[in-house]
């Protein structure tokens, strides 16, 4: 019975190691300047992670101690975090599915178009009284103004690899025709009728392209990005906390077999 609680104590102990990774994608999303300024997925990532540390060392106290209700409420509360976790896998999965860049001649880096994304995303940032305080989050950062400190040819911005982000809001759109200054500085549109992103272009540093919906799609092709990875981290905990969880389930039925087996054995003693 001791070996088998042991067991028990180490295997969840590999199961708090695992909270490591959610909890860190949940940080790292945080840190990301648009998923900051979005917050969306971050704190159900990190919240989830912290549970599954919890519920882990309740099984490692429960094991170690042998105190049979706390394991009880490990594989109960776990079994439910690891439907969570894989509830929230899918679900990134299914929102991230849809929407990319699409490419315009001459120029190496791409452009968004926001009807791309999964309705659920879209609806994240239409809301103008969402979008107000989304854009002034972003305006409040440098993205734009390191465009013009690396690029001052056209033909170097042209072929530049630059984010979805600043690809969406630091530039207007090509379609409009604007001739290029420097990265967020456009005069003369040609056509500036071709969208309605054309007419919200600003060359107030403040504005640039900040109203507009290629901005939009530019953050929720970001976030898309960053969401792949994090969803690649958590693909790989899930996957090993549900092998986990099944030899923390098998070592319980051992234990139980054992202590059952010792009674037994106590019991035709006495007879």
Same mark, same amino acid.
């Given at each position: 019975?001791? @070996?088998?609680?042991?067991?028990?104590?180490?295997?969840?102990?590999?199961?708090? @190691?695992?909270?490591?990774?959610?909890?860190?994608?949940?940080?790292?999303?945080?840190?990301?300047?648009?998923?900051?300024?979005?917050?969306?997925?971050?704190?159900?990532?990190?919240?989830?992670?912290?549970?599954? #540390?919890?519920?882990?060392?309740?099984?490692?106290?429960?094991?170690?101690?042998?105190?049979?209700? @706390?394991?009880?409420?490990? @594989?109960?509360?776990?079994?439910?975090?690891?439907?969570? #976790?894989?509830?929230?896998?899918?679900?990134?999965?299914?929102? *991230?599915?849809?929407?990319?860049?699409?490419?315009?001649? *001459?120029?190496?880096?791409?452009?968004?178009?926001?009807?791309?994304?999964?309705?659920?995303?879209?609806?994240?940032?239409?809301? &103008?009284?969402?979008?107000?305080?989304?854009?002034?989050?972003?305006?409040?950062?440098?993205?734009?103004?390191?465009?013009?400190?690396s690029y001052r040819a056209a033909q170097d911005f042209f072929n530049a690899r630059?984010?979805?982000?600043?690809?969406?809001?630091?530039?207007?759109? &090509?379609?409009?025709?604007?001739?290029?200054?420097?990265? &967020?500085?456009?005069?003369?549109?040609?056509?500036?009728?071709?969208?309605? +992103?054309?007419?919200?272009?600003?060359?107030?540093?403040?504005?640039?392209?900040?109203?507009? +919906?290629?901005?939009?799609?530019?953050?929720?092709?970001?976030?898309?990005?960053?969401?792949?990875?994090?969803?690649?981290?958590?693909?790989?905990?899930?996957?090993?906390?549900?092998?986990?969880?099944?030899?923390?389930?098998?070592?319980?039925?051992?234990?139980?077999?054992? +202590?059952?087996?010792?009674?037994?054995?106590?019991?035709?003693?006495?007879?």
């Amino acid at each position: 019975m001791a @070996l088998s609680n042991n067991v028990i104590g180490a295997i969840n102990f590999v199961a708090m @190691l695992l909270s490591i990774p959610v909890i860190g994608a949940g940080i790292w999303l945080a840190t990301e300047p648009d998923n900051s300024c979005v917050k969306i997925l971050q704190w159900p990532v990190i919240i989830l992670g912290v549970l599954i #540390l919890v519920v882990a060392l309740a099984g490692f106290v429960g094991g170690f101690w042998r105190i049979p209700w @706390l394991l009880i409420f490990y @594989l109960v509360a776990m079994l439910l975090l690891i439907i969570l #976790l894989a509830c929230l896998v899918v679900f990134i999965y299914m929102v *991230s599915s849809r929407g990319g860049g699409h490419p315009v001649p *001459s120029r190496t880096y791409l452009e968004y178009n926001l009807d791309g994304f999964s309705g659920w995303l879209r609806r994240r940032v239409r809301s &103008t009284y969402k979008w107000e305080r989304i854009r002034s989050c972003l305006s409040s950062s440098n993205m734009c103004a390191e465009l013009n400190q690396s690029y001052r040819a056209a033909q170097d911005f042209f072929n530049a690899r630059i984010t979805p982000l600043q690809s969406g809001c630091c530039k207007p759109p &090509t379609e409009c025709g604007y001739t290029f200054v420097n990265p &967020t500085y456009w005069i003369s549109p040609i056509n500036n009728a071709a969208d309605m +992103d054309c007419l919200q272009w600003s060359n107030e540093q403040t504005q640039l392209c900040y109203s507009c +919906d290629s901005c939009k799609a530019g953050l929720l092709a970001n976030i898309k990005r960053e969401w792949i990875k994090a969803d690649i981290i958590l693909i790989f905990a899930l996957a090993a906390l549900i092998v986990v969880y099944l030899m923390g389930c098998c070592a319980f039925r051992n234990a139980k077999t054992e +202590d059952l087996f010792r009674k037994y054995k106590q019991g035709n003693a006495y007879t």
